[in-house]
Nanobody, 116 residues
Framework: QVQLVESGGGSVQSGGSLRLSCTLSSLTMFSWYLMGWYRQAPVKQRELVAFVNGAGSSRLAESVKGRFTISRDNRKKTVYLQMSGLAPDDTAVYYC?????????WGQGTQVVVSS
């Protein structure tokens, strides 16, 4: 059984920073998973924020480049999303995602609220 547990959400003022964490529980090696972060704002579709493969290569959405960083610690089975320069448009529920071949798993989501 695969589980993803997220933490680190909260409320910050515009320009502030937060770090999200997501820990994977799985019998399969963590490094095999492609790990990502998605977000969903009210009345909007879920969108990809960033992903990182087992070797540490990552991609970021254009809207967060220069402000967010994704990283992973394979020994801790954890992926991080470091967010800085937060803006009200970043307000959303952030979801951790793990992919391995045709299988995909989601965390429960963590709320991020950025006030102006």
């Amino acid at each position: 059984q695969v589980q993803l547990v997220e933490s680190g959400g909260g409320s910050v003022q515009s320009g502030g920073s937060l770090r999200l964490s997501c820990t994977l529980s799985s019998l399969t090696m963590f490094s095999w998973y492609l790990m990502g972060w998605y977000r969903q704002a009210p009345v909007k579709q879920r969108e990809l924020v960033a992903f990182v493969n087992g070797a540490g290569s990552s991609r970021l959405a254009e809207s967060v480049k220069g402000r967010f960083t994704i990283s992973r610690d394979n020994r801790k089975k954890t992926v991080y999303l470091q967010m800085s320069g937060l803006a009200p448009d970043d307000t959303a529920v952030y979801y951790c995602n793990a992919r391995l071949d045709a299988d995909e798993y989601w965390g429960q989501g963590t709320q991020v609220v950025v006030s102006s």
